[in-house]
């Protein structure tokens, strides 16, 4: 059932309702010392995102994009509820959990260019809410219509507020035109309440395809009125960290350049997940984590 | 029945074939004189397409949309064969024949500032063998996949030689995220012979969605090794004219933003179409010029 004192209601109405966020975006007051700049914590405070080009050098890149080929290659995915396909394809589009599947990938959640960024901005310590790694192919690459995370995972994780922060890691180089993030800056400011009711197993399809829990026409061009659109390119290892509530989506690709990246999302200790808002059973642990929740563990350099 | 002779041939064979364009870019020869300067006629030659900036002014443009709107909501485009629909919606995507069924198109075609480029790159009086407007909303545009004009023109219309030029005319400001045209630099010089047999009134989905008449995977990558991708952006009124061979697309739009233009293929006089060379009956009148045909009046400004 809903929650009667719920800040960030949504799904339950016929229309949409455009809320203020009641959460910081930096949580200063913890005083965490962290990699980021007290400039980079202002402009992700402002804008929702902070751009961090070439964080990862070309040689730890080659490393994770080859011990990825590697790993689908050697048919251990086949089978696994972490791995969503292509629709129509069967071509591997994400692999979920890739932190506790996969050493490199562990390694990498808690390198301090990430995890120190997160705590940094959670002003605590953190855990991985969700990690994936999406394979988004060249010539056929689909559309992932915009939405805020924090929507979801509110709604259908029970995620409480907004204390979680995203960072998404290009694999290879990001173009403007094979498909990058785009993020509408300043989004993260209002909560969009979505409408309608979310389906049973909602999350099977979601992963595919976005149907409910996004916005509508006239909000989005309302924020982007407000905001523009941001869509950052870069070399390889460029890391876009964005807030839990930013408004993103990413266009189709259909030039010959991949567009493969690592996400994973970094939640407040402090923050960990609830009943589902929505009233639905919670989704699968590899898609939100709520069994077991350990803070990372720096790893050492 | 396929010409014996056919210096571009296509659609015959089970695989793609690269074969080198035999002719010229620019038509120098003729000394026709135009607005493009010798430097933009260079780079024209040597990239397959040309970017000019603002070539129309702000109230240029803002009279060419609001006719178009007007036109549009006034219901006597309903039923014409010239409209084309998008799938599963039915809201217009395309009207072909512009220029001969809006006053205003009429002059637009006949400006020096497309007419005069056109000719000067032909060298010779040239007809308009389509023309059209694309509507591209926003938060739905569809891509459309990479393909040379002239080997559908060719096949499909009997287009005898590459002595044709595209201009593209950006109604609203073109950003790097709503779909705008992406052109393969260089890939003017290579005729990509495809795949398949063409299926009768093959037209009338090709519009909608290309199946045949498509480059391989292989050789777009190929095309993109050598000359990589451009996607010219620019302020409304901004012109891309580019040769008629020239591996083209565009990606989807899911941001607010749509992606209008304004189409026009001029082509030269001495280029007029013979029986479509794929062996099939001529596409129709409004798709391709054959009947009645005059060289362009310039416009006097």
């Known amino acids: 059932m809903p929650v009667i004192d719920d800040v960030y209601p949504s799904r339950l109405e016929d229309r949409v309702q455009l809320l203020e966020r009641v959460d910081p975006v930096v949580y200063r007051d913890a005083g965490i010392a962290g990699p980021l700049t007290a400039d980079e914590l202002s402009t992700y405070e402002e804008e929702g995102f902070l751009v961090k080009p070439s964080l990862f050098s070309q040689s730890e890149i080659s490393e994770l994009s080859e011990a990825l080929a590697a790993w689908i290659r050697?048919?251990?995915?086949?089978?696994?509820?972490?791995?969503?396909?292509?629709?129509g394809q069967g071509a591997v589009r994400s692999i979920f959990r890739v932190h506790q599947l996969h050493p490199l990938y562990d390694r990498l959640a808690r390198d301090v260019r990430l995890l120190g960024a997160a705590t940094q901005v959670l002003g605590s310590d953190a855990y991985i809410h969700q990690s994936r790694v999406n394979l988004k192919p060249g010539f056929s690459g689909k559309e992932f219509y915009w939405h805020s995370d924090f929507e979801t995972w509110h709604a259908e994780d029970g995620m409480p507020r907004m204390r979680a922060l995203s960072v998404s890691l290009a694999l290879p180089k990001k173009f403007p035109?094979?498909?990058?993030?785009m993020v509408i800056p300043g989004s993260h400011r209002t909560y969009v309440a979505c409408v309608?009711?979310?389906?049973?197993?909602?999350?099977?399809?979601?992963?595919?395809?976005?149907?409910?829990?996004?916005p509508d026409q006239d909000t989005l061009r309302t924020l982007t009125e407000r905001g523009g659109i941001s869509a950052p390119t870069g070399e390889a290892g460029t890391a876009v960290f964005f807030d839990c509530n930013a408004m993103h989506g990413s266009n189709g690709n259909i030039t010959p350049y991949p567009r493969n990246n690592v996400f994973f999302v970094f939640n407040s200790i402090e923050n960990q997940l609830q009943e589902p808002f929505c009233g639905r059973a919670p989704r699968p642990e590899h898609i939100a984590a709520r069994q077991r929740v350990e803070a990372l563990r720096p790893l050492s350099r």
Request: hydrophobic fraction near 25%; aromatic fraction near 8%; charged fraction near 30%.
């Open 177 to 181: 035109f094979n498909g990058p993030l």
């Open 74 to 87: 050697s048919g251990e995915l086949e089978g696994l509820e972490e791995v969503i396909t292509e629709p």
């Open 196 to 214: 309608g009711v979310t389906p049973e197993d909602h999350y099977k399809q979601s992963l595919k395809r976005q149907e409910y829990g996004v």
